[in-house]
């Protein structure tokens, strides 16, 4: 079995399929009845979940089979006791109350990272057709419907994968930022932070597409006080990293993985261009 290579197009699309496969399979299940589990830290999780999840790492070790895998479902029943210096880190559904409450922002994310670093990314928005990886140091995205029929072409789809556009963060807006924020987590810290800056608009959003919105120039800053898991993260931040963003916690330490001894939690951060 090869290496993860984060600069191979075939590594990349690859890892761009399964989540296309895990977006498919979500979007059965959006457009029927959820039923819906809570996990024991309290969190919701649905079929589309853990079947997406299932989708990701059957492919990963079928190419990839000597690469640790950390996804968040599989972590429910708790986490490895030493974390490798190269890994994939998996979050099938990010946005899973979006999922549940029949909104379009929910992603599926694949992240790899490398010595502590996010070096790879794929994040699929399928309710918004929208695909968005790394590939080389650069970001790109395209527009993909779960019930295209490329998705289970793998001909058509490295086709297609390849002539991608580019995307770069813009330059800070004279006029003011546009600030991305959670739609259930706009905290008083955050309040306190955005009086530091000029504020055009505060747009709401859930799930990794945040970092998205940064790195495609729709938005400019997105700052978190609030807790996530290293695996709601690392594929959006290697996506906005690629693109020519920044992702560093409070105190300007650039946000790492790997963080066992917290239990892959992260520090508050904030994301900008």
């Known amino acids: 079995m090869p290496d993860f290579d984060s600069s191979n197009p075939n590594h990349i699309y690859f890892l761009c399929s399964l989540a296309l496969k895990a977006g498919k399979n979500a979007m059965v299940h959006f457009h029927n009845d959820i039923d819906v589990e ?16 299932e989708i ?25 006791d030493r974390i490798e210096d190269k890994f994939f880190l998996l979050d099938p559904l990010d946005g899973t109350k979006e ?10 994310n694949i992240g790899f990272i490398d010595k502590s670093a996010p070096v790879s990314g794929i994040v699929y928005a399928p309710a918004l057709n929208r695909l968005f990886f790394t590939l080389d140091n650069k970001a790109y995205e395209t527009n993909i419907a779960p019930d295209d029929k490329i998705i289970d072409d793998i001909d058509a789809l490295f086709s297609t994968l390849s002539k991608a556009k580019e995307i770069r963060v813009r330059p800070k ?62 594929a959006a931040h290697a996506l906005l990293c690629a693109a020519g963003g920044i992702v560093h916690d409070i105190d300007g ?21």
Request: net charge negative; glycine share 8%.
């Open 38 to 53: 809570t996990k024991s830290n309290n969190s919701p999780v649905t079929i589309a979940d853990r079947e997406g999840e």
């Open 56 to 80: 990701i790492i059957r492919g990963i070790k079928s190419q990839f089979s000597k690469i640790q895998i950390i996804g968040e479902e599989s972590s429910e029943n708790g986490l490895p």
């Open 99 to 108: 999922f549940i409450n029949k909104r379009t922002d929910f992603t599926v």
């Open 173 to 234: 807006p004279d006029d003011g930022l546009v600030v991305v924020a959670s739609r259930s987590h706009l905290s008083p810290d955050t309040e306190a932070f955005l009086k530091s800056f000029t504020v055009k608009e505060i747009v709401s959003a859930g799930s990794s597409l945040k970092f998205c919105l940064l790195a495609t120039g729709e938005a400019d800053i997105y700052p978190r006080h609030g807790r996530t898991m290293e695996w709601d993260t690392a």
């Open 253 to 273: 330490t650039i946000l790492s993985y790997g963080k066992i001894a917290r239990g892959l939690d992260n520090p508050y951060f904030i994301a900008s261009t």
